[in-house]
């Protein structure tokens, strides 16, 4: 499956932004997604994934009560809505997909597969 991510800006400290991520090749359906961010002379991280089912999400402290990831099956899009977003959320976001049919959390980079190019995000004070 081959991902591709787009939806990033610039955008100031309090506001929203979605960032999607669009797969060809395969159907997100068929793993589990997940978005990481790395900013910069920091490590990758994970911030986000949702199980092959959809039936789970999670999420990494910072960002619980403020990001949501979703998808839509139908147009094998995975979304991660960013709101009151913090200039600590300043990176390039990437999604990723697992071959991972169960239902916990998938928070390692090792874990994932597929990885696509990065958006990135700057929040403004």
């Known amino acids: 499956v081959q991902l591709q991510a787009s939806g990033g800006g610039l955008v100031q400290a309090g506001g929203s932004l979605r960032v999607s991520c669009a797969a060809s090749?395969?159907?997100?359906?068929?793993?589990?997604m997940g978005w990481f961010r790395q900013a910069p002379g920091k490590e990758r991280e994970f911030v986000a994934c949702?199980?092959?089912?959809?039936?789970?999400?999670y999420y990494t402290d910072s960002v619980k009560g403020r990001f949501t990831i979703s998808r839509d099956i139908a147009k094998n899009l995975v979304y991660l809505q960013m709101n009151s977003l913090k200039p600590e959320d300043t990176a390039f976001y990437y999604c990723?997909?697992?071959?991972?049919?169960?239902?916990?959390?998938?928070?390692?980079?090792?874990?994932?597969?597929?990885w696509g190019q990065g958006t990135q995000v700057t929040v403004s004070s």
């Open positions: 949702i199980t092959r089912s959809g039936a789970n999400t």
């Open positions: 990723a997909a697992a071959l991972y049919f169960g239902e916990s959390s998938q928070s390692s980079v090792n874990l994932y597969n597929y």
């Open positions: 090749g395969g159907m997100v359906s068929n793993y589990a």
